[in-house]
């Protein structure tokens, strides 16, 4: 039965909730920062260096599809949970070392222009704001398992918690003494607020739910260091890529920064950048349809009809709500942000529609890249993001265009460079929609083309009943995973290509116990099948 658009939008719903909650949350901090004392200054420490702790969560939020994608069962996950503790180990030692190294200290203190009191500050905040990203990891990992079960309504409710959280703590915190003498702590305690409601909801729904439905699996030691070397292989250019999308912002706040006058123009990128991707960020997640639906879709066209559409209506809504008067709505009346930084958001806000005509195809082009086991080929797009980005930023001043127009500019024009990349790499690499390949998705198997198995003759009237314990190998890279179906039915006229030798049994139909093995030749054979 064909994917319908209902059925992508209430997949889609939560992992749309869950980006647009977090930089609806950032914008709600950056408020609650305006109505405290010395708010510019505030603003603009925050804003340099919340990305520095965005760059390392932003990896770490790809373990969603760790989670989606890579757990089949209880030895699958403790692996992928073993990986996810130790790459969030690696990314906080990183950060921690960073914020209290002479590093922080050059590229704050020397490089900036900015007074010596925000740049203490902003190294300070850095330090504390380090440890939110266990928080990141834990629900984002975990979310990728629920999703997977279809449990969207309890990752929705986790989402919109998160946001529920950071506002209450945002405003239970304005009138606080302490805090309107340490404006710096507001957002601190706000974004630890919401990570930490969001991380115990889906803790909760994880092992209410979800933990009993993930069986023994199969997973033994001869193909355990393959796994390893698979999880890793899938990973790393995902994590990668959205490493480079969140390099971008602390790259254009130290050459903003570095200008003479800064202060002003590094306060609005911290309003602008939230605000905008309020409308946007959430194309990301587009990636996580092609896997999902692609056993319902073979050829992806649903899902590439979806893609469009969101992407257009992303576009429309950000040029109508920044290129009309609603802008200064926005500015004035629904965020009060202060008078002297309106003039400097106006024209970055402007050119924001132009980003989700290139985020949305390459978060298809990604999605893709996922089913085929080809993301490697995704790094190519961060490569050319990061010379464009480099190269704009160098430029533009030759061109007379300053402060956050100009970190603003060099960014959509980032984002055009990393779409022709990733369309070349991907396009290449992948297979044409007329040829599909075998996809393992969630519960599901499809097999298309390879003729995998020869199956032992089954008595007359003799049918087996049990459990179907699958095994697929990836040629490629000698990947194992393991799903389990309970019980499954393979119905000998459907699957003609799968079973070379099947005799049929009294009810018409073929009931196959043990595993089988993926392969372009006939490897192993069910055997001892029992009635």
């Not at 990305?51 to 373990?63: D, H, I, N, S, Y």
Request: with cysteine; aromatic share 10%; proline share 6%.
């Amino acid at each position: 039965m064909a994917v319908t658009m209902r059925e992508m939008f209430k997949f889609f719903c939560p992992l749309f909730l869950s980006v647009m909650v977090t930089y609806l949350a950032e914008q709600v901090i950056n408020d609650g920062i305006d109505n405290l004392p010395d708010a510019e200054a505030t603003l603009a420490s925050f804003g340099l260096s919340y990305p520095f702790v965005r760059l390392a969560a932003k990896p770490l939020e790809q373990t969603k599809q760790l989670g989606l994608s890579m757990v089949y069962d209880v030895p699958s996950r403790r692996l992928a949970e073993l990986f996810t503790l130790i790459s969030t180990g690696v990314l906080l030692a990183v950060l921690l070392v960073f914020s209290i190294s002479p590093a922080s200290t050059w590229v704050f203190n020397t490089i900036t222009t900015l007074p010596p009191a925000i740049a203490e500050t902003a190294k300070w905040s850095m330090f504390v704001l380090s440890f939110r990203i266990i928080l990141t990891s834990v629900s984002e990992f975990y979310s990728g398992i629920l999703l997977k079960h279809k449990h969207t309504k309890l990752v929705s409710f986790a989402n919109t918690s998160e946001f529920i959280a950071t506002i209450a703590f945002s405003l239970a915190s304005i009138p606080v003494p302490f805090i309107r003498a340490n404006p710096i702590l507001l957002p601190i305690i706000a974004t630890y607020a919401g990570g930490i409601s969001k991380m115990v909801i889906v803790l909760f729904g994880f092992y209410r739910f979800t933990s009993t439905r993930l069986t023994g699996g199969l997973l033994s030691s001869a193909n355990h260091v393959s796994k390893k070397r698979s999880i890793l292989s899938f990973f790393w250019p995902l994590a990668l890529t959205a490493a480079g999308q969140a390099l971008a912002r602390p790259v254009i706040n130290i050459f903003v920064a570095s200008e003479t006058g800064s202060e002003e123009a590094l306060a609005a990128l911290t309003i602008v950048f939230p605000l905008a991707s309020i409308f946007y960020g959430w194309l990301n997640e587009l990636k996580s349809l092609p896997p999902m639906f692609k056993a319902a879709d073979p050829q992806l066209n649903r899902v590439k009809h979806f893609c469009l559409l969101t992407t257009l209506v992303s576009a429309v809504t950000c040029f109508v709500l920044f290129t009309t008067p609603l802008r200064d709505v926005l500015l004035k009346s629904v965020l009060t942000v202060p008078p002297i930084l309106i003039p400097h958001c106006v024209w970055p806000l402007s050119m924001y529609f132009l980003i989700p005509l290139a985020l949305g195809p390459r978060a298809y082009l990604q999605g893709k890249a996922i089913v085929y086991k080809k993301v490697k080929m995704t790094s190519w797009g961060l490569v050319g993001r990061t010379i464009g980005l480099f190269l704009a930023m160098l430029l533009l001043p030759l061109m007379g265009v300053y402060g956050a127009t100009r970190g603003t500019a060099a960014f959509v024009f980032s984002y055009y460079i990393d779409l022709v990349c990733t369309v070349a790499a991907v396009q290449l690499s992948t297979p044409s929609s007329s040829h599909p390949e075998p996809v393992v998705n969630g519960d599901l198997l499809q097999q298309t083309t390879f003729p995998v198995l020869a199956v032992s003759s089954l008595s007359n009237g003799v049918t087996a009943n049990a459990e179907l314990e699958i095994q697929v190998l990836d040629n490629e890279r000698d990947e194992r995973a393991y799903m389990t179906s309970s019980p499954e039915t393979v119905a000998t006229g459907q699957k003609e290509a799968l079973l070379t030798k099947p005799q049929r049994s009294a009810d018409g139909h073929v009931h196959v116990k043990k595993y089988v093995r993926f392969n372009d030749t006939v490897e192993q054979a069910p055997e001892n099948l029992q009635g």
